[in-house]
Nanobody, 130 residues
């Protein structure tokens, strides 16, 4: 079993930065990729970024390219989402997720698909004011 715990959410002004963390525990060696998803109020959840843990390769949805960076600390079993140049439209609940199989790591136009993810955190709220 795998547990994912997000942290680092909060409030910031437009143009500011936040860094989210996702700590994984349990059988983490089985994970092929980890992703960040977000859900804005009244909208569907969307994939923001994906990290292939073994290859350290990353993918981003167009709306965050150049502003967000996903990285990992393998010793801490933690992935991060550094968010810079934040915009009000970045507001939402941010979730960390992980896939136990390579087939679960599906990316479409830089956005990871949630149906392939096997494990989810409970989310951390990000609020950006203009």
């Amino acid at each position: 079993q795998v547990q994912l715990v997000e942290s680092g959410g909060g409030s910031a002004q437009a143009g500011g930065s936040l860094r989210l963390s996702c700590a994984a525990s349990g059988v983490t060696d089985s994970l092929h990729c980890m992703g960040w998803f977000r859900q804005a109020p009244g909208k569907e959840r969307e994939g923001v970024a994906l990290l292939y843990t073994g290859l350290n390769s990353t993918y981003y949805v167009d709306s965050v390219k150049g502003r967000f960076t996903v990285s990992q600390d393998t010793f801490k079993n933690t992935i991060y989402l550094q968010m810079n140049s934040l915009k009000p439209e970045d507001t939402g609940m941010y979730y960390c997720a992980a896939a136990a199989t390579k087939l679960g790591c599906v990316v479409v136009r830089g956005s990871p698909l949630e149906h392939g993810m096997d494990h989810w955190g409970t989310g951390t709220l990000v609020t950006i004011s203009s």
